[in-house]
């Protein structure tokens, strides 16, 4: 059986790598370095489970150290964009919330679409509030203050 195994390793790195290529996140690539390790391991004549143990060694051991690394190095390329920098601005009602109508809100001079972060809350004109989410062109608000009508 051992002189067959490598044909097994080579079969599961190359399907590994197949699926890698399909998705965006990275899954299957730790899998194909343990396939790749124990296929090395296959042409020394090793037993099939110890190259078994060997590729389930590489791969846990990948999957649980280099993962959080590449994650944490891929994430840095993500950019925030204009909106992101919409919340906690302060903004005035320019129009009342409630329950029946969305209200309009004023920040940096533009005015938006308002929503209360809590549904129930009654939001006057006036009235200071806080950007706290963004939901399509919406922005979810909060209550800060009262303000001049």
Known sequence: MEAWMWIIWLVIFVLAII???????????????GALIALIISFTGSAWWIQLIVFAVVSLVSILCLRPLVH??????????NIDTMIHSKGVMKEKYDLLHHGEVVVNGVTWTAIAQK???????????????????????TFVAKGDK
Do not use: C, H
């Not at 699926?19 to 370095?33: H, N, Q, R």
């Not at 129930?120 to 200071?128: F, P, R, W």
């Open 72 to 81: 944490k190095y891929m994430r840095n390329s993500i950019v925030k964009t």
């Open 19 to 33: 699926i890698e290529t399909l998705g965006t996140d990275l899954v299957s690539i730790w899998f194909a370095a």
């Open 119 to 141: 549904e129930k809350d009654v939001l006057e004109q006036g009235d200071i509030v806080e950007v706290v989410g963004v939901t399509g062109n919406k922005l979810i608000v």
